[in-house]
Every structure is written in C-alpha cells, then in structure tokens.
T-cell receptor, first 112, second 115 residues
C-alpha cells in the first residue's frame, strides 16, 4: 500500500522567504504526482501535476520536482507572500487506477 | 472552464432526513469522484464513476448512495446519517479514459453537519 508523508506538518516563514515543502512516498511505481493547495474550509486547488516520466514542472513562482527512484517530490514557492498561507497537499496516483494516495499536508503561514 | 460546482455549500440535517449533494462539471470529463474530508485530515476516496458507471466503491456505508445521471452530473444521496458523518464532502473530476493524465479538479465542497 502506498504511504505518502509530508514533513513538516506546519511551517511559518516571514514574507519574502522561499518555501520548500517535502513529500515522500513508499512505492515508486506511480502514474503521476499532484500538488494541491487548500484554504480553510475550501476545496482543493490543483497547483502542479508531474507525470512519472517528468522530473519537474513550473508555474509562475511554483516549481515542483520529482525523483521517483528515491520516492520524493519537493514543492518550491519563491518569494512567499501572505496570500500563500494555506495547507499544501501532495497526492500520488498509482499506475493502474483512480485511487490517489494523499499526504496529510503541510500548513504554511507566511508572516507579513 | 475548469470548474467543478457543488451545491449546497452548507447542509444541516437530522439523522432521519433524506438529502442530496450535487456536483456538476462542463469540462467533458468522464471520471467523477466523491471524497470525504474530516477536519485537519486528507481527503478520503468514497466513490469513482467512470463513463457514468460506478467503478470504485471504497466500502462506503449504504446510507451514502451515489448516482451519475449523465456525464456532467454526480449526486450523493444521504439517508439516516450519523453525527460522525459530519464532514466536508468534495467532488472531483478528471479526463477519464486512455488519454487521462490523471489531473484532478475539485469543487469547493459541501459542508455537512448531522445533528
């Protein structure tokens, strides 16, 4: 069974600092890995999707890397802003079905 | 339009009530999902519909009854719920089929409170 771990569980940084969020998974046979953002009481917003054949994806200030062999993905958020405060979840899709495995998330607070 | 719309946003119901949650997407996606999320926990998969057919049921109690009337709509019928069923219910969709890159798009959720 795929286990997904996100460390740390919470992170507080001053505005302008770069954020580094980690996601590790136990089974390297994945179809893709997706990073989501969730604001309190709201749904999940897709940030980046990395296919198993890719090493990284970028969108604006966000960059996500994937190392399947070591079972790791990292989400980088450059020049953080208070509006980046949210919970960030990573989710891994197995090769053969629709069942995503979610990490527990990292809750980020960016202090003004 | 990359939107998944869920109604209602909030629902309060008694344990003897029957209610429904609704989800709609117009992205042409052929896979639709129901997730349940408790506070400070990740979403848990409940059901998956693929091409309007139920393909995954994660051993969800029968008091939750999904329905997919057409490729754009997904319902979750609720009956005789328990207070522990109170949670945020999230609908999601993905492309579906062989061309599916697996990217999930979520709605804003329906906050359910069972009294």
């Amino acid at each position: 069974k795929q286990e997904v771990t996100q460390i740390p569980a919470a992170l507080s940084v001053p505005e302008g600092e770069n954020l580094v969020l980690n996601c590790s998974f136990t089974d390297s046979a994945i179809y893709n890995l997706q990073w989501f953002r969730q604001d309190p009481g709201k749904g999940l917003t897709s940030l980046l999707l990395i296919q198993s054949s890719q090493r990284e994806q970028t969108s604006g200030r966000l960059n996500a890397s994937l190392d399947k062999s070591s079972g790791r993905s990292t989400l980088y958020i450059a020049a953080s802003q208070p509006g980046d405060s949210a919970t960030y979840l990573c989710a891994v899709a197995p090769s053969n079905d629709y069942k995503l495995s979610f990490g527990a998330g990292t809750t980020v607070t960016v202090r003004a | 339009d990359t939107e998944v719309t869920q109604t209602p946003k909030h629902l309060v119901m008694g344990m003897t009530n029957k209610k429904s949650l609704k989800c709609e997407q117009h992205m042409g996606h052929r896979a639709m999902y129901w997730y349940k999320q408790k506070a400070k926990k990740p979403p848990e998969l409940m059901f998956v519909y693929s091409y309007e057919k139920l393909s995954i049921n994660e051993s969800v109690p029968s008091r939750f009854s999904p329905e997919c009337p057409n490729s754009s709509l997904l319902n979750l019928h609720l009956h005789a719920l328990q207070p522990e069923d109170s949670a945020l219910y999230l609908c999601a969709s993905s492309h579906g089929g062989l061309a599916d890159d697996g990217e999930l798009f979520f709605g804003e959720g329906s906050r359910l409170t069972v009294l």
